[in-house]
């Protein structure tokens, strides 16, 4: 070999000696190509140490409420309905933090001693925990449903509504005779999809709440009646089922009604019927004593449908039959002072329904209606109790002609946008209705008109 050709030799030698490592071909070994087989990581132990921060957390999301939350304006929930929502949701969430108590101190000692007798006791908890959770969170989600929607465009409807049960609190707190303890907080209204309005009492056991009581009356309305507020007599009724309670009523009746038909000489059956019906009679007859004589209009779009429906007795109902409905009404509404008001709503009424015997109200009920009709009315409206203060449910509302007076002038007045007045909220819906009945504007801007003076109020 040439002395240049050892040189070239030596020096390609010299650089595949110095070359890189990483520029050098992979060596070839039996694992070439293959992923690193990755550590093996714990499960148990991750496990049992985050179960008891899931429940912590779990009661921590599950906070009071606050009004910020729910906007500032007046539409907002109060801070008296806020503060009853949160004593009810703070004791159950003391007791789950509780319970969260015993879940840290298991998941702890499972962790240090994973024994099948530790780790099961952990689970029997976790699971207890759980369904605390899930009691609390269900209360929880109902109010913030309810209080959420004073945040949407149906907040001002909802708060006229509250308006109106409001003035019908301070209307029968104010005419008793003697002083009473003034409840709190006041009734609050929410919609519902569904046909008809429904009241949810003060301290009467709620599903949505667990069967818990219920801190505050709920008045429930569907959209179609908000839309129509001639129709909201039925604020009127709902109000009244709270009423009856929070005045002391609501054994009394029964047993007067009961007592005063039987001591008229009518059947045991029908006397215990009508007492059956007191709550509705009564919240049909407060209404009208709050309202006016609009309201039986109002009574009447409800009850009126199909003389089949209408003209049914369902036995065991609460809800006297439809049919007598509207002529229970009329009687109040004669013993008021509204003789022919009361009389062109009967004939109305019968006109509509000529046929009573067809349905399948009891002969004993037909034939003694005439009867007991007004010794019903009388008993409810008419008649003084302690409780009242020694007044009668008529003489606490003190509803006269010249109220009804009152009604048509705001009526005018609401169908031109101009101010009613000093008029009482509760008789903005007799307004509403003079107006619809007699013409003064459209439907639209009667609407618009009643919702704006009771949120501008």
Known sequence: MSALAQTNATRRRRRRRTRPAAARPAARTRTAGRAPVPKPFPVLDPWLWSQAGNSTRHAAALRPFTRAEFGSDAAAPSEGHLQAANRLIGGLRAELLRVNGGVRGAAAQARRQPTREQLERLLVLKERA???????????????????????????????????GLDCYAAAFRGVGAHKTIPAPPPFCYMRTGFSPATFRRGIPLARIGRLPNPFPLVELPFHRMVNPWTLGAILHEISHNLQNDLGLDKLLPRAIERRLRAAGLPAEVARTWARWNRETFADLSGLLLGGPAIVASLMDVVGRSPRATVHFSPGAPHPTPYLRTLISVELLRRMGFAEQARRFERAWRRLYPDPGGGTIPRAMLQTFAQANPLVVDTICFTPYQTLGGRSLAQVYRFEPKDQQMIEEAAARLAAGTDPGVVPARFLIGAARVALDRRFARPGRLARNFYAELVRR
């Open 130 to 164: 759980h369904q605390w959770v899930r009691g609390i969170e269900q209360i929880w989600d109902f109010y913030l449903e309810l209080f959420g929607q004073r945040q949407s465009r149906y907040g001002e409807l909802l708060l006229a509504a509250d308006r109106i």
